[in-house]
């Protein structure tokens, strides 16, 4: 098996033992990248030099007989809407192309006090506005398992980088399920976790409530050490949670005796795809049969859950995006006319008109129209009174169980250009990731199976805020109670 084929957790055994070298790692890396990248598409840009400088470094503590961080010498990609000092950060877009940031993202810098190696930074949905990874500015990812299909967003390119293994680990952003869906398109783990828990200073804004930063690895055990690395309290960032981070590989080895699990009626309604279905019901019967106790049980506010969130969120865009005028950085329309006053209004409507793509023109109207007046408690009012409920649900749940379990998609990996003229039917590809979003919950996405077609399908594990350990727990017991059964 080739390095770029093995887990961080095992890669970290053989650089302990003197097997292999860091550099040795990111060259197979680099390699495997230049081999199936153009395929792909999964990245942006490239940081092999610097990270053949962090790799070095690795190896040149491990030959002075230093101990290492678990993660040190891994590489790992970073999606474009996170900062990184002096390397591309554009959220895939034309309005912020060639923008170098003069810091590091608080998640960056811990990458790099571990010692990880940051390989490149992820192609994405426009400011993270998608599900398929179809909006990039600089064009489509595609899904490693059928390169004719997406592979999910907006963190699509995240995902596909560690599923086509072009990186070990990636980061990603979870704003309504853009980690943990394109986690489930392409068959790779996905944790979002509790809303506060990392920091988000330094991930560019689409909307401040929702987004929060997560990982993308091919097994838990590295979802866990990653963890680990980017949690805690950030003084730079006001939304973050003083509280103390566990140490989550220590809650891998227990069992599931005595874990209740509620599974919602509402989740696998109509509309779903029978494989998926299916898929993830044999898969909560399986971890039944070691010990933990599943039980169907109600989220009656469910079905409000995409107007809600659509409402918000778009909401929230509108008012972040509105520093991207043409003034202070990025993209700038040059555009000309007698009058001072209407020259500066031409130039701010043309520099939004060029600078962003169609999706984002969308949603920052439709934020704008549910602000306005005459229209603020009838649209966004009411849905923060919705938010309310949908929280109120899981807080219910949470009183009788220790998690939920449910799809992450109601279909797997759809074909490029299936959905992107349908804007209604491309948002409903988060039906089931959103609730999640709205309550600020951790949430995780494991594979579970294979569609008839070979596509991967995920199902989604969901705590109480701050509970990631159980999350950790279940998703382990979970991976391997689904190990054996292929056995």
Known sequence: MSLYELTAHQLHNLLISKQISACEILSETINRIEQVEPGIHGYLCNTFDTGMEQAKKVDEMIAQGQDIHPLAGIP?????????????????????EGFKPPYDATVVEKLKKANM?????????????????????????HNPWDLERVPGGSSGGSAAVVASCEATTAIGSDTG?????????????????????????????????????????????????????ISGYDPADST???????????????????????????YFAQGIDTEVKSTVLDAINLIS????????????????????????????????????????????????????????????????????????????????YALSAGYYDAYYLKAQKVRTMIKQDFNKA???????????????AFKIGEKVDDPLQMYLADIYTVTINLAGLP?????????????????????????????????????KALDRAKK
Do not use: W
């Not at 506005?129 to 064009?139: D, L, P, Q, R, V």
């Open 76 to 96: 790992i990609a970073v999606k474009d809407n996170i900062c990184t000092k002096s390397i591309p950060t554009t959220c895939a877009s034309k309005i912020l």
């Open 117 to 141: 190696v940051i390989i490149g930074k992820t192609n994405m949905d426009e400011f993270a506005m998608g599900s398929s990874t179809e909006n990039s500015a600089f064009g489509p990812t």
């Open 177 to 229: 399920g853009s980690i943990r869906q394109p986690a489930s398109f392409c068959g790779v783990v996905g944790m979002k976790p509790t809303y506060g828990r990392v920091s988000r200073y330094g991930l560019i804004a689409y909307a401040s409530s929702f987004d929060q930063i997560g990982s993308l690895t091919r097994d838990v055990t590295d979802a866990a050490l990653l963890m680990k690395v």
């Open 240 to 266: 973050s949670v003083k509280i103390v981070v566990p140490d989550y590989l220590s809650c891998l080895e227990k069992d599931l005796k005595g874990i209740k699990i509620g599974v919602p009626t509402e």
């Open 289 to 368: 049969k070691n010990g933990a106790l599943c039980e169907n049980i109600s989220m009656p506010h469910t079905e409000y859950a995409i107007s809600c969130y659509y409402i918000l969120v778009t909401s929230e865009a509108s008012s972040n995006l509105a520093r991207y005028d043409g003034v202070q950085y990025g993209y700038r329309a040059e555009h000309r006319t007698q009058s001072t006053e209407h020259s500066l209004l031409n130039m701010y409507r043309k520099t939004r008109s060029e600078g962003f793509g169609d999706e984002v023109r969308r949603r920052i109207m439709l934020g704008t």
């Open 398 to 412: 949470f009183e009788k169980y220790d998690a939920l379990i449910t799809p992450v998609s109601p279909f797997p």
């Open 443 to 479: 949430a995780i996405s494991i594979p579970c199976g294979f569609s008839k077609e070979g596509l991967p399908i995920g199902l989604q594990i969901i705590c109480k805020a701050f509970d990631e350990e159980m999350l950790l727990r279940i998703g382990f017991a979970m991976e």
